[in-house]
């Protein structure tokens, strides 16, 4: 009852929230359901598609899927304990501490791939424990589409098929019970529901894959970035839930040797492949701390397992007792303030600006959209983009006229650029200077700011387009 209504909380609270100019850009997207996108897999897209069909275009039509699927994640927390340990006790805690984690309690319910990535990951996760404890091949089948679906949401979901090879070379118990026909099997089916996105892919010479795995070899090596991934991690997971689950890493490698292959081994094991490639990935290049949201549901149940055998002690006893409440609430508290008009206005600083003071800055570009009798807005920015055309009334009269190559999935018309504009670009940079070149006929008619009360977040340079290049929506200029 807890989590259900904790549901309906975030259902309330959200509905008043802005949405995050990635969020706005996903619901672009939705716009024109595809296999395939320039930045990510498909499945945010297809869930905000059908969720703004049953709720319309606002804020919590665009986030009802994945508010809704932290239940779910919660739901699925709790069966896994329940298949890996049979302690009802250790289940509950597991399902409750997941939502005691700020990353999940905070990104995991904003519209965006992370959301079906940790979906699909952990009930994923859920079958193999099904399949290890009841030895029955047939689930290899149900492993399959639950991987392929978690692929369709976020390439991040891949590095779970090798956390599965690794589980089955590490552990030759479940090698001899569970290796057969089924698993080859369940990896074919896993393949085919991910094809449409790599049908796309091939089709749009490899974009998408290029994009998000050209980052091995991106970046220099700064020193302080795995600093900032520790700390980062630490902080997002919930400081006590991560010493409990460091406890459970402790006692797995203690008891490496031993010849049972524990349920937290297990669930060890197969975060390994993503846990370990982020690491390498902090050395030389920041590592985004959303990027392992898909492990956080197996750490809430290492963790609670551990706590359950850390009761003994005073201290690790008393941050056990505190680690939902303390989590939980702060959540809780964070999204009543800044839904609040009160938060609405906050003098201070916060990663609740970004989705601040969007609708006020749509509406005064559209006064000077008016007065300057302009037919379409340009920007050089993914989340403008996002964030003025969700705000207007004609959303493909607001295009991007830098990286053209994220909008293939929409059909626009070359006439439209051939009418007045507006151009939307930050005011304190030096990008005016390198888009004269593209844009030799254009004046400054103004400058708006995106506040939150008194608070200046980000100004912006308007500009008149008195002609634009005929190719500008298809080549984009170069900056």
């Known amino acids: 009852m807890l989590l259900v209504a904790l549901t309906f909380y975030r259902l309330i609270i959200l509905a008043q929230i802005g949405l995050h100019p990635d969020e706005a850009y996903y619901w672009l997207w939705s716009r024109v359901p595809s296999a395939g996108y320039y930045d990510h897999a498909p499945m945010i897209a297809w869930w905000i598609w059908l969720s703004t069909r049953l709720l319309g275009d606002n804020s919590l039509g665009v986030r009802l899927f994945p508010i809704l699927s932290v239940l779910v994640v919660s739901g699925a927390t709790f069966v896994t304990s329940w298949e890996l340990y049979r302690d009802r006790r250790l289940a509950m805690r597991a399902g409750v501490w997941v939502n005691a984690m700020p990353l999940i309690g905070f990104a995991a319910l904003l519209a965006t791939p992370d959301a079906p990535s940790t979906l699909f990951w952990t009930l994923t996760i859920w079958a193999l424990a099904w399949l290890r404890r009841s030895g029955d091949r047939r689930i290899w089948l149900l492993v399959g589409v639950l991987a392929g679906l978690g692929c369709l949401s976020k390439y991040t979901n891949l590095f779970l098929g090798l956390g599965i090879l690794l589980w089955m070379i590490l552990d030759s118990e479940a090698r001899k019970r569970l290796y057969g026909p089924y698993m080859f099997i369940g990896g074919v089916i896993a393949l085919a529901v991910f094809s449409p996105t790599i049908i796309w892919n091939f089709e749009h010479h490899w974009v998408s894959f290029a994009k998000q795995f050209g980052r091995i070899d991106n970046g220099q090596p700064p020193s302080w970035h795995p600093l900032e991934f520790l700390a980062g991690q630490f902080g997002l997971a919930n400081p006590a839930i991560v010493i409990f689950a460091a406890i459970a890493v402790r006692t797995v490698w203690k008891r490496r040797r031993e010849a049972d292959f524990s349920p937290a081994a297990f669930l060890l094991v197969l975060s390994a492949p993503l846990l370990i490639y982020m690491s390498l990935h902090s050395l030389h290049s920041r590592v985004q701390g959303n990027w392992l949201a898909p492990v956080y549901p197996a750490m809430a149940i290492m963790a609670a397992e551990a706590a359950q055998h850390s009761a003994d002690s005073h201290h690790l006893n008393r941050m056990m007792r505190w680690a939902a409440p303390a989590g939980i ?70 295009q991007e006229i830098a990286s053209r190559k994220r909008y293939s999935f929409e059909t626009i018309d070359p006439k439209l650029v051939e009418t007045p504009g507006l151009l939307v670009v930050p005011a304190a940079s030096d990008i ?48």
């Open 329 to 398: 609430g702060l959540i809780a508290v964070f999204f009543f303030y800044f839904a609040s008009p009160l938060g609405q206005q906050a003098p201070f600083p916060s990663p609740a600006d970004k989705l601040m003071g969007w609708n006020e800055l749509s509406a005064d570009i559209a006064q000077y959209k008016l007065l300057h009798d302009a037919n379409w807005i340009g920007t050089i920015d993914y989340g403008v983009t996002g964030e003025l055309a969700f705000n207007t009334d004609d959303p493909q009269h607001v």
């Open 432 to 479: 005016l200077e390198r888009l004269r070149s593209c844009l030799p006929q254009m004046e400054p008619v103004g400058e708006v700011a995106r506040r939150a009360g008194k608070r200046v977040l980000e100004r912006y340079a308007i500009l008149k387009i008195k002609q634009a290049p005929p190719d500008i929506l298809s080549k984009g200029c170069a900056l």
